[in-house]
């Protein structure tokens, strides 16, 4: 019973840790002003080095220096409590000092006469030498370093965090992560503010210490000699010899913090442990460890040097270089072999096959097998184009695209290729991946020599050349593209299309989670069963218009608005569309600055008007199909002029009408933005090009 009664006092302690270290700082003031008698001076001292090894110890194993941020604190409760027994020390030296030197109590007397030796003389230089090097060499070089690092960390604050954001835009990451780089951003830039400030402590505790046994030997000498009648080599030897123990205790754990602090703000960007650290980057170089021992023999060899101590070390470093080489050649092999193939039996790899063979992507490439060096090659630069469209998509519209599954087809031509949305192929076409693609702007014959064929995502006639042609087709002015770029432009028109079907219930989900509690708590108060399906059925009916989703909390909140009157998912979205009217306005601006718009004549403004009938919540649209088509065919004509210079006015009409219009258009010309009235934003201009039926 009672061999468990320390470990329950340690464990209540542990406890009770806030109130154990506000007790703590506060017996560290008292010291100051109430005399300690010298037993307990010696456990303070004790305490004081253990706590700089501990210190130390932690500094040399931590991977990265932010996971010890308590430092600075840590430093200034160390540099008082060190401060605090000097002062108590200083007290009982100068009034005890007399009788001996066990005056201090048995650590200031073992490491007075350890390092003494029964010279004094020598202990004072031992003592200058030590406050030299922590002074001018450790804790100088510490504090430039913390005062660079935290300016750098400060100046690289906005670069950082436009960083995170951008990544944060672009779907790299999500809402969750953000916060944490930015918080890790946060602690890093306030950490090294911390240790600029923390390494001025160092200094100023060094300087007292020296200041503090200048006092006490002065003091000591003049006490002992005026009022113990002590002679004068009497008191000197006496208060010298308790004055350097003093110092060196006090100087020693002072030192050996003061090599942490360097340690910590030296890490900088390394990461691991410093033995890890040090040890791995010296060993990476094996030459390095050869040139040495070879220059460790010369000098070896020079008259009236110890050659058998050069030549010791020379010969130890060739050993090691050895080894690090030989391994170095090992985990090479071993990379280049690759991770063994996990044994598996027929059940399995049946089982998987079919597995393999059910699995639906979101987005898949399938290439034959002409194709296939485009990724597997060393120098193949398909993966991180389509790395980059996925980015550019996610800042375009505001979503994360699934990833692409690249998979070789020997179903397809050998130098074919498909695109799949969710299993169903969506478009396919055949390429020479050893050659250029070349379109003349001009639509004219290419004058060189090449394959003919056709563009596969426009149907654009084109020339693939030798690649060893493309400067003189730049400089001819044609468009040149190599392969890559043809599948990525294509996945693009693709995905543009199908911008809707890849916006999952799961993708919607985690953009609704990545939202702040209050918009949140606006959708969980939308009517119906399933709130995130109406969102998704919203934002799925912009996607298909090609307007960005990247406004969410606006787009949430006029959903929450429009909802209020109505579960008509059309209705809630032209609502939604009216409350984005600046987004979209902006994205249909000319260079100039205008909005181009085709207008509907007066005539076909009365007709769509009258062709709508109201039902309940739903709005049908009554027009005879041979005025379908005439419509259609009368605002492809004025629309075409404009397509083939690649420019695309919006065509303006009424906001009862627009849903109908775009249904309308949607097949001959998916690229136009119908726009209502009251979608124009107050501060764009319009800019009429062009009237249907006018």
């Known amino acids: 019973m009672s061999a468990r009664r320390p470990s329950r006092l340690i464990a209540a302690g542990l406890g009770h840790r806030d109130i154990g270290f506000a007790i703590g700082v506060v017996l560290v003031l008292a010291m100051l002003f109430v005399p300690l008698p010298s037993v307990l001076l010696d456990l303070g001292l004790a305490v004081s080095l253990s706590l700089s090894v501990l210190i ?27 401060l605090s027994l000097n002062v108590s020390s200083t007290r009982l030296i100068l009034s005890e000092g007399h009788t001996g030197t066990h005056a201090a109590g048995g650590v200031i007397e073992g490491f007075a006469q350890f390092m003494v030796s029964g010279d004094f003389v020598i202990g004072m230089v031992i003592f200058a030498i030590l406050v030299v090097i922590n002074f001018i060499v450790i804790s100088k070089g510490s504090t430039r370093i913390a005062e660079v690092s935290a300016r750098f960390s400060l100046d690289a604050m906005p670069g950082k965090q436009m960083a995170i954001d951008a990544d944060l835009g672009a779907g790299l990451i999500d809402e969750g992560e953000a916060r944490s780089r930015r918080k890790e951003l946060e602690d890093e830039s306030g950490f ?14 060094a300087v007292a210490g020296l200041i503090i046994t200048g006092i006490n030997v002065v003091g000591g000498i003049l006490i002992g000699t005026m009022q113990h009648g002590l002679g004068l080599g009497q008191a000197a030897s006496t208060y010298t010899v308790l004055t350097i123990g003093d110092g060196l205790v006090s100087q020693i754990p002072a030192l050996i913090v003061s090599l942490a602090a360097g340690l910590i703000v030296t890490k900088g960007g390394t990461e691991g442990a410093a033995n890890e650290a040090v040890l791995g980057q010296l060993s990476s170089f094996p030459k390095a460890l050869f040139m040495a021992a070879a220059l460790l023999f010369g000098i070896g060899l020079l008259p009236g040097f110890p050659i058998l101590v050069f030549t010791l070390l020379a010969a130890g470093m060739v050993a090691l270089g050895e080894v690090l080489r030989r391994e170095a050649l090992a985990r090479a092999a071993e990379a280049a072999k690759g991770p063994p193939a996990p044994q598996r039996s027929e059940a399995e790899q049946e089982k998987e096959s079919l597995a393999e063979a059910m699995r639906v992507d979101d987005l898949r490439l399938e290439l034959g097998a002409g194709l296939v060096p485009l990724i597997s090659s060393p120098q193949a630069a398909l993966p991180g184009k389509i790395k980059s469209l996925r980015a550019l998509f996610g800042r375009e519209y505001g979503f994360v695209l699934p990833s692409v599954r690249i998979k070789d087809e020997g179903r397809l031509p050998t130098r074919g290729y498909a695109i799949l949305v969710q299993g169903v192929e969506a478009a396919r076409g055949e390429l020479r991946p050893d050659r250029m693609m070349v379109i003349n702007p001009a639509e004219t014959p290419v004058a060189l020599p090449g394959e003919h064929g056709k563009d596969p995502t426009f149907g654009l006639d084109c020339l693939w050349i030798e690649q060893s042609l493309t400067p003189e087709a730049e400089r001819l002015g044609y468009t040149v593209v190599d392969p890559e770029s043809v599948i990525t432009t294509h996945m693009t028109e693709i995905i543009k299309d199908s911008l809707p079907e890849l916006l999952t219930y799961a993708a919607v989900k985690g953009l609704i989670e990545g939202l702040d509690k209050t918009y949140q708590k606006l959708v969980t108060d939308l009517p119906g069963q399933n709130q995130v399906i109406m969102i998704q059925h919203v934002l799925q009916a912009l996607l298909s218009e090609r307007i960005s989703i990247r406004n969410l909390p606006l787009i949430v909140e006029a959903v929450a608005e429009a909802a209020r009157g109505t579960t008509n998912v059309g209705q809630i979205t032209e609502h939604v569309r009216k409350r984005l009217s600046s987004q979209i306005c902006q994205a249909l601006k000319d260079p100039s600055g205008y909005l181009p718009v085709i207008t509907l004549s007066p005539a076909w403004e009365r007709e769509m008007t009258d ?3 109201v039902s309940g919540e739903g709005r049908n649209f009554l027009m005879s199909p041979q005025r379908v088509q005439d419509f259609v065919l009368a605002a492809r004509k004025e629309i075409q002029p404009y397509a083939q210079r690649d420019e695309w006015p919006a065509l303006l009409v009424g906001a009862e009408a627009r849903p109908h219009v775009r249904q309308m258009l949607e097949r001959v010309s998916p690229t136009t933005q119908v726009l209502s009235h009251a979608e124009v934003h107050r501060k764009a201009s319009l800019r009429t090009v062009a009237t249907v039926g006018g």
């Not at 941020?69 to 060190?82: A, C, E, K, Q, Y």
């Not at 090294?192 to 505790?205: I, N, W, Y």
């Open 56 to 82: 130390l110890m932690v500094a040399l194993w931590i991977p990265k220096p932010l996971e010890f941020n308590s430092f600075p604190t840590l430093l200034l409760v160390v540099t008082m409590l060190r």
């Open 192 to 205: 090294f503010g911390a240790m600029d400030g923390a390494s001025k402590f160092v200094r100023g505790d």
């Open 611 to 613: 062709a709508i009938r």
